[in-house]
């Protein structure tokens, strides 16, 4: 068997970059640059006031001494006033700070507070409190200067970016475009949801965790679900979808089963079968068709959940243009809440909580892999070496975090 980290680098070795779009601001979200993001105005554009109050020089403020009101500055306004010895602007928060004053004394801290906030602004204000030069004035540039680099290429975008992206004076931004991926799920077993049962038949999850993982990455998808173990069918699906797709996905079919349909059908097609030392999720494929990667995960839900996150996640990351991830830096150390035994031969990943403790498995049954059911409680995935019999309370463990 081959080592969980040889098969990370394998899948990886596949990663095709995708194309650079440029697009506008608001649909990047999700997106990686491709381009690094360089200043054109500085943040912020000029010197302005952090609050509603009154724009005086600082050495000219002295409790219970009056000071003339000379102009009143709404945000949106440029002053047009000067400022000498002895007056001040009514200035509301974000509107530019006058030339000739320094500071800016809060409503709160004048006699009168906020009648002085009146539609007319009053003909004088009086301070009730001494000021620092530079007091509640938020100075051009401060948070970012013009030619600084802000964001490099590579960076995935979230709303936060975007509006550093308008703020800096960017309406459009080149990202790698959005990854097509087709997913088929295979099995005669397979029913649609809330199709009746039959004996011997399940439900089909794997295409809803598949395709659902993907569009939380914001990739494009294709779903075909096949609930059955035509070879002919299987194959013109999986040609169809390698001409449409950037990637492609299957489930099931991949083990050691007289009807697995996807390992039959696609061993002379160029996509390699291998048994990779990890539980669940031993039996994986991989390969490229029209150089189009292709990636087989194995059919029961935890074992495809495993396999998302181990293996999928990180190539789709390289394949939208992030920097590739080493397989050791996928985890971070946390320490085990509960102890649990582990069979010998084949690293273990199991969906486990956080808590206040350290970490516990997600179900009473481990990773065992047909247990969907208690997904939806995991925050990471738990790294139990092959070596290792027994995980003890308060043990330092390996994690991915899930989310």
């Known amino acids: 068997m081959k080592t969980v980290e040889q098969h990370y680098d394998d899948i990886l070795s596949l990663a095709n970059t995708s194309p650079v779009i440029d697009v506008p601001i608001e649909k990047a979200l999700n997106r990686v640059l491709a381009e690094d993001i360089i200043a054109h105005y500085p943040i912020p554009p000029f010197t302005n006031s952090a609050m509603d109050g009154f724009a005086v020089r600082a050495q000219d403020v002295i409790p219970g001494q009056e000071l003339r009101v000379v102009e009143d500055i709404p945000a949106g306004c440029a002053p047009q006033v000067k400022i000498f010895p002895g007056q001040a602007s009514r200035i509301m928060t974000g509107a530019p700070l006058p030339e000739g004053a320094n500071s800016v004394i809060r409503v709160e801290d004048t006699i009168g507070g906020m009648e002085n906030m009146a539609t007319q602004a009053p003909d004088c204000v009086v301070p009730k409190i001494s000021l620092q030069k530079n007091a509640n004035v938020r100075h051009a540039g401060e948070d970012v200067a013009v030619g600084e680099k802000i964001f490099t290429a590579g960076t995935r975008v979230t709303p936060s970016h ?152 990180p190539l789709l990351n390289v394949m939208e243009g992030g920097k590739r991830i080493e397989y050791a830096d996928l985890f971070t150390t946390s320490v085990a809440g509960t102890s649990w035994k582990h069979k010998l031969g084949r690293d273990q990943f199991v969906p486990v909580v956080e808590s206040e403790r350290g970490v516990v498995p997600a179900s009473a049954g481990g990773s065992a892999s047909h247990f969907v059911g208690s997904l939806p409680k995991a925050t990471a995935l738990a790294l139990v070496p092959a070596t290792e019999k027994w995980v003890q309370p308060g043990q330092n463990i390996s994690i991915l975090r899930l989310r």
């Open 162 to 313: 975007i509006a550093a992206f308008s703020a800096v004076g960017f309406a459009t931004v080149k990202v790698h475009r959005q990854l097509n991926v087709g997913v088929v799920a295979t099995g005669n077993e397979l029913r649609s949801p809330g199709e009746e049962l039959d004996f011997g038949t399940i439900p089909d999850s794997n295409s809803f965790l598949v395709s659902g993982l993907l569009f939380e990455r914001g990739a494009n998808v294709t779903v075909r679900s096949l609930h059955s173990d035509d070879s002919a069918h299987f194959v013109e699906t999986i040609e169809k979808l390698v001409s449409e797709c950037d990637l492609v996905l299957t489930t099931g079919g991949v083990s050691a089963g007289a009807f697995d349909v996807v390992k039959s059908s696609l061993r002379s097609h160029g996509v390699n079968f291998t048994k990779v030392m990890m539980q669940p999720g031993k039996p994986q494929g991989f390969g490229e068709i029209s150089g189009v990667p292709v990636i087989c995960l194995p059919g029961n839900p935890v074992s495809v959940y495993v396999s998302m996150y181990l293996f999928v996640l």
